[in-house]
C-alpha cells in the first residue's frame, strides 16, 4: 500500500509531521496493530483524511506496515520513534529562542 524508502529529514521537518498528526496519537497505544481505516476510525477520522498522514509516518519509520492475512497493517515502531525523538529533542536544544544572545 505505502512501500518506500525511508526519507531523510531535518530535526525541524521530523517536529512538524509528528507535531502535525493525529495519527500520533497511537502513542496512547503504542501495542496497537491496526489497518489504515481502523486507525482512522479510532481518531475520529475518515480513511481519505489520514493516509497522507500515515504515508509521512511510515517514511519517517515511526510507523511499520505488514501484511496479516488479507490485510495491511501499521503498528509503532518503537524503536525508530525512541530513536526520532531523541533526534527532535536535539534539535530544539539547538534551536535558538528569538531575543537569546
Not at 50 to 64: Q, S, Y
Amino acid at each position: 500500500m505505502f512501500r518506500g524508502e525511508q526519507a531523510e529529514m531535518s530535526g525541524s521537518e521530523i517536529l512538524s509531521t509528528l507535531l502535525g498528526s493525529e495519527v500520533r496519537g497511537v502513542h496512547r497505544n503504542p501495542g496497537l496493530i491496526d489497518t489504515v481505516d481502523g486507525v482512522a476510525r479510532r481518531i475520529g477520522r475518515t480513511t481519505v483524511a489520514v493516509i497522507n498522514e500515515v504515508r509521512e509516518l511510515l517514511e519517517l519509520g515511526v510507523l511499520r506496515q505488514k501484511r496479516i492475512g488479507a490485510f495491511e497493517v501499521v503498528s509503532l515502531d518503537r524503536a525508530k520513534d525512541r530513536e526520532l525523538l531523541e533526534s527532535v529533542a536535539n534539535h530544539l536544544k539547538t534551536v535558538r529562542i528569538s531575543g537569546e544572545k
